[in-house]
C-alpha cells in the first residue's frame, strides 16, 4: 500500500525551476517531519531538505536559496520547490515521512527530475 504519492517530477533545461509534491494521509502528516531526498546513479541517497510539522526547515549546503520545502497542513502535503536547476541536480527523489504518531518512517516511490545542459 502506497502512503506517500508524489508527482511533478520530469525534464527541464539547466537554469529552470520544477516543483515536487508529496501527498499522504493525516495521520501520517501530522506530528511528522516531511522530507525530500534524491538518489542520482551511482551514488548514495542523500538528504534535499526536511520540515517539522512546527515548520522548520533543514537544507542541504548544496540547495540553499535554490530549492524551497513547504507544507500544506490542509491538503497533508509536502512541496519542493525548485529553482535555478542545475544538472547535478538530477537525480530520483524521494519523498519521506517521520512519523512521531507511528513511531516509524515511510518512503514514497520516488520520482524522476531530469536537468539537461
Known amino acids: 500500500q502506497v502512503q506517500l504519492v508524489e508527482s511533478g517530477g520530469g525534464l527541464v533545461q539547466a537554469g529552470g525551476s520544477l516543483r515536487v509534491s508529496c501527498a499522504t494521509s493525516?495521520?501520517?502528516?501530522?506530528?511528522?517531519?516531511m522530507g525530500w531526498y534524491r538518489q542520482a546513479p551511482g551514488k548514495q541517497r542523500e538528504l534535499v531538505a526536511t520540515?517539522?510539522?512546527?515548520?522548520?526547515?533543514n537544507y542541504a549546503d548544496s540547495v540553499k536559496d535554490r530549492f524551497t520545502i513547504s507544507r500544506d497542513n490542509a491538503k497533508n502535503t509536502v512541496y519542493l520547490q525548485m529553482n535555478s536547476l542545475k544538472p547535478e541536480d538530477t537525480a530520483v527523489y524521494y519523498c519521506?515521512?517521520?512519523?512521531?504518531?507511528?513511531?516509524?518512517?515511510?518512503w514514497g516511490q520516488g520520482t524522476q527530475v531530469t536537468v539537461s545542459s
Open positions: 519521506h515521512a517521520e512519523s512521531s504518531l507511528f513511531s516509524r518512517d515511510y
Open positions: 493525516r495521520s501520517i502528516f501530522s506530528l511528522a517531519t
Open positions: 520540515t517539522t510539522s512546527g515548520g522548520r526547515t
